[in-house]
T-cell receptor
Framework: DAGVTQSPTHLIKTRGQQVTLRCSPK?????VSWYQQALGQGPQFIFQ???????QRGNFPDRFSGHQFPNYSSELNVNALLLGDSALYLC??????????????FGPGTRLTVT | GDSVTQMEGPVTLSEEAFLTINCTYT??????LFWYVQYPGEGLQLLLK?????DKGSNKGFEATYRKETTSFHLEKGSVQVSDSAVYFC??????????FGSGTQLTVLP
């Protein structure tokens, strides 16, 4: 049973560029959440997708956008990259119907470096 | 809003020592509480969870009890091993459909 997978593993971009990160959820999961983890910090919630719609959003600017596909996989897009966007981006999957007691499974993350 | 306050690190222990990592939270309602562990270069792994007051989560020798009266969820292990060296995150799932994390505690266990 494959767990949560993310691609690419590492990425280097220049300020002002755009980036797309990808995530495939754990088999059987229908909900995908994205988190940003700056060095030495805890993950910060970006947004969550369920049934191909953004269901919840954290305190991140509109430069951060996403998409969920019919097969439940998801993309995170970041436009107009800033140096401060350098971080580990984590994808987590879960079952939407479990509500507040859900258990999220995390992928290994994509390390984004903005120069 | 929801928040998690975690014991600051780093924490350095000798093998077989007793471990406690403190975690307190602020949330409305009745959140679920979690401990996640992150090994170097990896994503987060769920270590244990508790979904209601007085529940005790346990896994791999680690334990934590959901204390609503003190809004705490402290992580404990009776005898740590070198392989337990990692960063530990306390987290809650509250009224919003998201996890709120603490800042993490780096644990190093020396042989």
């Amino acid at each position: 049973d494959a767990g949560v997978t993310q691609s690419p593993t590492h990425l280097i971009k220049t300020r002002g560029q755009q980036v797309t990160l990808r995530c495939s959820p754990k088999s059987g999961h229908d909900t995908v959440s994205w988190y940003q983890q700056a060095l030495g910090q805890g993950p910060q919630f970006i947004f969550q997708y369920y049934e191909e719609e953004e269901r919840q959003r954290g305190n991140f600017p509109d430069r951060f956008s996403g998409h969920q596909f019919p097969n439940y996989s998801s993309e995170l897009n970041v436009n107009a990259l800033l140096l401060g966007d350098s971080a580990l981006y984590l994808c987590a999957s879960s079952l939407g119907r479990q509500g507040l007691r859900y258990e999220q499974y995390f992928g290994p993350g994509t390390r984004l470096t903005v120069t | 809003g929801d928040s998690v306050t975690q014991m600051e690190g780093p924490v350095t222990l000798s093998e077989e020592a007793f471990l406690t990592i403190n975690c307190t939270y602020t949330a409305t309602g009745y959140p679920s509480l979690f401990w996640y562990v992150q090994y170097p270069g990896e994503g987060l792994q769920l270590l244990l969870k508790a979904t209601k007051a007085d529940d005790k989560g346990s896994n791999k020798g680690f334990e934590a009890t959901y204390r609503k009266e003190t809004t705490s969820f402290h992580l404990e292990k009776g005898s740590v091993q070198v392989s337990d060296s990692a960063v530990y995150f306390c987290a809650l799932a509250g009224s919003a459909r998201q996890l709120t994390f603490g800042s993490g505690t780096q644990l190093t266990v020396l042989p």
